[in-house]
């Protein structure tokens, strides 16, 4: 039987009555619009070993007490307090603190590279051109998307973890200090230079059509 | 007056509101006499717009929700009888 796509659970109190209920149609449109945010937060806060793990108690919990769920928030936020303190709870168990080594030092070639400025703090070179600056051809290229999940894949924990957070989940930064325990300072760098890593790639893309 | 090397550091404090006083003003006096930074921080916005649809889009291809679905009900049974 197959029970996704759960067209039936689009509205938030359907989707609410069917957790209730224990109808597996409602759980899996609730995996649908949170199984993502959630593995992103549980990422954040004990890392990808255990994030799954967590995820899953997590889901556990939400079954276990969807009942007494009083909506005095959005079922997102509900949900997403859920991981945040399965994780929160795994931490204190497997300690993990995120390394602040990211936010030393300028990676050689990358934008904020001293090298790319004179000494007034001016450009040597010209910013590049784009052959297209049309966000749904760029979104077109294929072999770009292989290229962005690359580099995801790659970047420092805690900057992919702020440029997930903030960019793909819309996380405010007060939330992410929370997850990241870091200043709002330290998460606005980890976040300029997981951006700047990634337009980077775009960069490069753009001038060679490769990765 | 702000220089390219201040606006590349300041750009994404720039695009999300974060920089306060007169930093914003004197990032845009920037910005009106230097084409390049322009052409940066344009690309730069659309960074954020672009990177996100090619996750979703990978989101998207990637979730099994009933998969996910059966692994927590297997847990859930494995914690049951523990």
């Known amino acids: 039987m197959t029970l996704y796509p759960p067209a039936d659970y689009m509205d938030e109190q359907q989707l609410i009555n069917g957790l209730i209920a224990g109808d597996d149609r409602a759980f899996c449109a609730a995996i649908s619009r949170f199984q993502h945010s959630m593995l992103t937060i549980a990422r954040a806060i004990v890392g990808d070993a255990f994030a799954d793990d967590v995820v899953q108690d997590a889901w556990i919990a939400i079954h276990n007490n969807i009942g007494k769920f009083e909506q005095r928030s959005s079922l997102k936020t509900w949900v997403m307090t859920i991981v945040s303190n399965e994780a929160k709870g ?6 993990r603190k995120v390394s602040l080594e990211e936010l030393d030092g300028e990676t050689p070639g990358s934008y904020l590279d001293g090298a790319n400025f004179k000494s007034d703090g001016h450009r040597i070179a010209a910013t590049p051109f784009w052959h297209t600056e049309s966000p749904e051809e760029i979104l077109e290229e294929k072999q770009l998307q292989r290229c962005i999940n690359k580099t995801l894949s790659i970047l420092p924990p805690a900057q992919k973890t702020a440029f997930l957070l903030r960019d793909i989940e819309q996380q405010s930064f007060e939330e992410i200090c929370e997850i990241l325990q870091v200043s ?6 980890l976040l300029h230079r997981a951006r700047l890593t990634l337009m980077q790639v775009i960069d490069r893309f753009q001038e060679t059509g490769t990765c | 007056m702000l220089n390219c090397k201040d606006v590349t550091y300041l750009a994404s404090d720039y695009l999300d509101n974060n920089a306060h006083g007169l930093l914003p003003w004197k990032i845009r006096m920037h910005l009106l006499a230097c ?3 322009r052409r940066f921080i344009r690309h730069l916005k659309i960074t954020t ?5 090619f996750v979703y889009q990978q989101q998207a291809q990637e979730l099994n929700a009933e998969d996910v679905l059966r692994r927590i009900k297997e847990r859930r049974q494995r914690q049951e009888e523990s």
């Open chain 1, 90 to 95: 795994r931490l204190r168990r497997e300690s």
């Open chain 1, 184 to 189: 709002a300072a330290n998460v606005r760098v």
């Open chain 2, 49 to 53: 717009k672009v990177v996100p649809q």
């Open chain 2, 35 to 37: 084409s390049c930074c």
